[in-house]
């Protein structure tokens, strides 16, 4: 099996950090990311979004290029 350099790097901290065997921490992380993966996904809040009502636009917003020339003056165009 192949460590890739970035989790290598992080398996070498952490073993400095907890000071226990690579075996033992290999061991563990793969246990916790299986245990991870074989969970099922947590149900997420649904996203709600605020309606409000800002009455009529002031500018005719229907033609973007338009409206931009409106805001920005015709050197935009």
Known sequence: MTIDDDVAVQLKRLRRERDVNFRELVNEALRR???DMSAAPQRRKALRTRVFDMGKPL???DNVAEALAH???EGFK
């Open 71 to 73: 805001l920005e003056g």
């Open 59 to 61: 500018i005719n917003i």
């Open 33 to 35: 990311g299986l245990r």
